[in-house]
């Protein structure tokens, strides 16, 4: 028994090596700390790009109205502002409630626990990633947005239409500045409709549909593709540690799945950025 | 860890994920009052609804951080070591946005320059602007 337990001390002793100069700063692991820290650096490029968005939003003089861009729904449903990225939301907190629950599962040593809630976790990853492949497949292929074109715009006066898109809008429909359009491509032409201004610079003139703010597109493809990203490399690590904690590897370390915990921490930092592209990509 | 039992930090975790969803149906369901999609005719102000909407992510953010990834219960310093800096975020944001209303301006100016300078005749050469249309 005595040199059962001197044995087991001398196993701790060495697969606790990380800090050679001493104690734990912060009584956190090496592992731990230093994913805090690129957390924090991955921080500050999201933030970059999100200033970016909010500066280039306040100097267009319009901006295209995210309750009308994103208003399809899987099933040929449109005009259902907000319902599909509403879901895609849920569906990250959900996968990241599931990787609470693997962590706190890795701390009491309940390997098939931890198993079994990375699996949820990775199905909810990957159904996150399968929403956003529709999403941009709908912006791209249906409605033709690009990084360099980006056909949502909004009117900037109020006026009538004199013709009609054979979609939504009639001849002698009339539209209020601040209302959005999409201008419509058919045949590898755009169809820009024509219309009488009524107030503003240019009442009583013939105007046509003006493509939106370019920047729109770049912002937007460029920021939930780089989220997307992140949400890729992280279902592509959960993979490996679920893996790997199915395997009994993570058992004979005794730290109560800390690595479990390190992808944890990455986990929840995607959806911490999701709720700040959410709220200016969709919500402001 | 190991400052909760097993069965109370699987309480937590639900009640947490339970008041993010809540916020996140809260959020957009007053986005779209706001906006005039729910109730015909009725519309709150932008600033309004711009601002709950702001305040509400952050208090989504302090659960994910604090309970999801346990902030809450790491020591002082490594607290302050990661959240200090992003203070430094709230000068750039305020800086940033500034910039673009400025950006706004001197796109006006260039749409439609100042009627004076162009009267009094001293805008050097090679100055003059020229926008080809659609140049936003």
């Not at chain 1, 690129?38 to 970016?52: E, H, R, V, W, Y």
């Not at chain 2, 208090?59 to 604090?66: E, G, N």
């Not at chain 2, 706004?104 to 050097?124: C, D, H, M, Q």
């Amino acid at each position: 028994m005595a040199s059962d337990t001197m044995t087991d001390q001398h196993h701790h002793a060495e697969t606790k090596p990380s800090w050679n100069g001493g104690s734990e700063p912060f009584k956190a692991s090496y592992g731990k700390l230093m994913m805090w820290y690129f957390l924090l650096s991955d921080a500050f490029t999201f933030s970059g790009f999100l200033i970016a968005y909010g500066a280039l939003r306040f100097s267009m003089p319009s901006w295209p109205v995210p309750d009308f861009v994103f208003s399809t729904f899987p099933g040929g449903f449109h005009h259902k502002p907000l319902l599909f990225v509403t879901l895609m939301t849920f569906i990250l907190l959900a996968s990241s409630f599931t990787m609470v629950r693997a962590v706190q599962e890795g701390h009491r040593e309940n390997k098939m626990g931890v198993v079994k809630w990375m699996l949820w976790t990775i199905i909810g990853g990957a159904a996150f990633l399968g929403c956003q492949a529709w999403e941009w497949n709908t912006l791209m292929g249906k409605e033709h947005m690009s990084v360099k074109i980006n056909p949502f715009g909004s009117h900037t006066e109020s006026g009538t239409y004199l013709e009609g898109d054979g979609h939504d809008i009639k001849e002698g429909d009339t539209f209020k500045a601040g209302d959005s359009y999409l201008i419509h491509k058919h045949d590898g032409e755009w169809h820009p409709l024509k219309y009488r201004a009524e107030d503003g610079v240019d009442a009583g003139k013939e105007k046509q549909q003006q493509f939106g703010p370019k920047a729109f597109g770049a912002l937007f493809f460029f920021i939930t593709g780089f989220h997307g990203f992140h949400v890729l490399t992280g279902v592509i690590f959960l993979l490996i540690i679920c893996v790997n904690s199915y395997t009994g590897l993570y058992v004979s370390r005794k730290n109560g799945y800390e690595m479990v915990e390190k992808i944890g921490l990455y986990w929840h930092f995607v959806d911490l950025v999701w709720v700040f592209v959410f709220l200016l990509f969709y919500l402001l | 860890m190991g400052h909760l039992s097993y069965e109370s930090s699987k309480t937590i975790a639900t009640k947490t994920i339970l008041i993010l969803a809540f916020i996140t149906i809260f959020e957009v369901v007053f986005a779209l009052l706001g906006k005039g999609y729910l109730v015909d005719g009725f519309y709150i102000s932008g600033w309004i609804t711009g601002g709950m909407m702001i305040l509400l992510s952050i208090v989504k953010a302090y659960l994910i951080v604090y309970e999801f990834m346990h902030m809450k219960y790491e020591v002082p310093g490594l607290v302050r070591t990661v959240l200090f800096p992003t203070l430094l975020l709230v000068w750039a944001i305020i800086a940033f946005l500034a910039e673009g209303r400025y950006w706004l301006g001197s796109r006006e100016n260039v749409k439609n320059p100042p009627a004076t300078e162009s009267s009094s005749g001293t805008t050097p050469q090679g100055l003059i602007y020229e926008l080809p249309e659609n140049s936003l």
